[in-house]
C-alpha cells in the first residue's frame, strides 16, 4: 500500500548536506538518536506549559516543526551509521525505543492545543497513541519472524507525522469542533489497525 515512506530516498538526498557535516563533526549516530527523544520530550514540557497555562494557541505549530526535525534526525541517523559504518544492536534498540517513545510525547501534547478536550476526543487521541506505538510492535515483529522490518502504511510513522502535522496548521486556521476532530482520530485510529494488519501479514508470511 502507498506510504510517505516511500519517499524516502528522495529525502535522504536532501539531508545529504547535513550528513556530510555530522560526519565533520564526529556525531554518532546514536547521539543523533538520543537527541530526537530529548527534542521530542522538550518540546513536549513547551507545548504543556504554553498550551494548557498560557494558553498560546500559536504553540500548536511547534507540533509541526517538531515532527519534520525529528523526521530529518531519524532519516540521518540510518545514513550516518552506514556511513561511518557504525551500525549496532545498541543504535538498533535506542532507534526502535526512542521512535516509540518520542510518538509518544508528541502524538500525547495534542491534548494540551485542542481547547479543553471533551472525554470522547481524548478517548480517541489516547487510543490513537497506542496504535502508534501497537504499529511500530508489528513492524519490529515482522523482522523478528521474516528478517526485514515491515513498514507498511497507510498510516506509518511518515504519515502520521504528516498527517498530524497538516491537521495542527488546519486547526490554527479553520475553526474545527469537537466532534469533527474525534471524527478524524476515530478514521486514523481505523487505517492504524490497517497498518498494524499489513505489517503482521509480513510477520507470518515473511
Known amino acids: ?53 498560557k494558553n498560546i494557541k500559536e504553540i500548536i505549530f511547534l ?14 541517523d540510518g545514513m550516518l551509521a552506514r556511513e561511518t559504518n557504525t551500525q549496532s544492536r545498541l543504535g538498533e534498540v535506542l532507534n526502535e525505543v526512542g521512535d516509540i517513545l518520542a510518538d509518544i510525547l508528541i502524538y500525547s501534547s495534542l491534548i494540551f492545543v485542542f481547547g479543553k478536550p471533551e472525554l470522547m476526543l481524548l478517548i480517541t487521541i489516547f487510543k490513537f497513541v497506542f496504535l502508534t506505538m501497537l504499529s511500530e510492535f508489528c513492524g519490529v515483529l515482522a523482522k523478528t519472524t521474516a528478517g526485514t522490518r515491515a513498514n507498511h502504511g497507510p498510516m506509518g510513522k511518515s ?26 482520530f476515530v478514521v486514523l485510529t481505523i487505517l492504524l489497525l ?13
Open 159 to 184: 504519515d502520521r507525522a504528516f498527517v498530524i502535522g497538516a491537521l495542527c496548521f488546519i486547526y490554527y486556521f479553520v475553526p474545527i469542533s469537537q466532534q469533527a476532530l474525534e471524527i478524524i
Open 63 to 76: 507540533i509541526p516543526v517538531t515532527l519534520f526535525i525529528r523526521m530529518a534526525l531519524n532519516a540521518l
Open 194 to 206: 490497517v497498518t498494524c494488519f499489513n505489517r503482521l501479514k509480513q510477520a507470518v508470511r515473511g
Open 1 to 53: 500500500m502507498p506510504t510517505i515512506y516511500d519517499l524516502k530516498p528522495k529525502f535522504q538526498n536532501f539531508l545529504e548536506p547535513a550528513l556530510t557535516l555530522l560526519v565533520k563533526l564526529k556525531i554518532t549516530a546514536n547521539q543523533l538518536t538520543i537527541a530526537t527523544l530529548v527534542l521530542s520530550y522538550i518540546s513536549t514540557a513547551l507545548v504543556y506549559y504554553f498550551g494548557l497555562f
